[in-house]
């Protein structure tokens, strides 16, 4: 298991768009991946559950993934948080 928490930035966090842009990179991977904010968790491959645990400007989400690729798909998934999903 391997985690990474880092702090969503760009302006409306994981809306539509966002969300399914980090589903379509989470899905390349073969390791289970979660999104954590406030205790509550969302299967990274899942929009429905990305967008029910409501992640704003600011919030700081725990990326953690478990299984072969795990270190790449916490990777892949920070840099495109860090890049603002390429919005701004």
């Known amino acids: 298991m391997y985690s990474e ?4 930035q760009n302006k409306t966090g994981l809306h539509a768009r ?3 842009v980090l589903v379509q990179t989470a899905v ?3 390791s289970t991946i979660t ?5 509550k968790q969302a299967n990274a491959k899942s929009i ?5 645990i409501g992640v704003s400007k600011g919030s700081t989400i725990k990326i953690t993934a478990e299984g072969e690729d795990e270190k790449q798909a916490v990777a ?9 999903f390429g919005e701004e």
């Open 48 to 52: 429905v559950s990305l967008l029910s």
């Open 18 to 20: 966002p969300a399914a």
């Open 28 to 30: 390349k991977f073969k």
């Open 76 to 84: 892949a998934l920070t840099k495109l948080i860090k890049s603002k």
């Open 35 to 39: 999104i954590e904010k406030d205790s």
């Open 5 to 8: 928490s880092i702090e969503v």
